[in-house]
């Protein structure tokens, strides 16, 4: 009888469920200010919403993306990268402490995929890796029970490319980790279908997709003007929808400019 009572009282206390991902208009109203450039307002926006929900991870975890997105304006990967970290630390707490399910998993996936961005990028090879396991893990759970979930693959796409391109001796260690080996062609296939049907991440996907079509550029010299051709589109999509934002500009006035 004990342990009756005792499980009622966890189902009626146990922290609520995020809300599902299809349901957040006041998150895509922050992402908007974003990529439109507004970085300092974003921030202050989604801080404001996490705020006033301590069990939401949604708003944290897109915080820490303002700032990531404010310091490669800057051209400044160490800016608030402290406050960056601490943020995603954070959002990825309040995920781990909600109820089990499909959204609890894509908010902790999505975390993660930032978390291990920001590893790797500080050179901390060993829990990027970690993060990106668990991520990946997560968004399978998720399209187990959600097979329409576009925006789930944009982090998996990242992740089989990622793991393609790594070193031979990256690519060793992954394997032996149970990373797998990772499919350039069909992490950036993933890509393509978060950029063309995703919801929250298909801004930030299409600008992924075109950050793996140049590198791609340059280890294929036969489809070089193509694959840059197709970056070029994709990202001045982006500048002309968002024209505030100077890391679509920058990108598209580095490329040259495509051949009719």
Known sequence: MRLLFAALYLLQHSPPAPPARGERPDVRAGLDTLYGGGFPAAAAYFAGLAGRDSTDPAPLTFEASAYIWWAAALENDAYEAGRIDSLLDLAIGRARATSPGPA??????TALGYRARQRDLHGHSWGAAKDGKAMRDAYARVLAVD??????????GVYQYGLARASALARLVAKIIGLGSGNAERGIGYMRR???????????????????????????????????????????????????NPVFHRFVRGLPQPSP
């Open 104 to 109: 609890r998993d894509f908010w902790l996936a």
């Open 147 to 156: 097979s329409s979930c576009a925006d789930c693959f944009l982090g998996l």
């Open 194 to 244: 978060a950029a063309s049907e995703g919801d929250l991440a298909r801004v930030e996907a299409g600008w992924v997709l075109a950050a793996a079509l140049m590198r791609e550029a340059a280890r294929d010299p036969a489809q070089r003007a193509a694959l840059e051709r197709t970056a070029h589109d994709e990202v001045a999509r982006l500048a002309a929808r968002y024209p505030g």
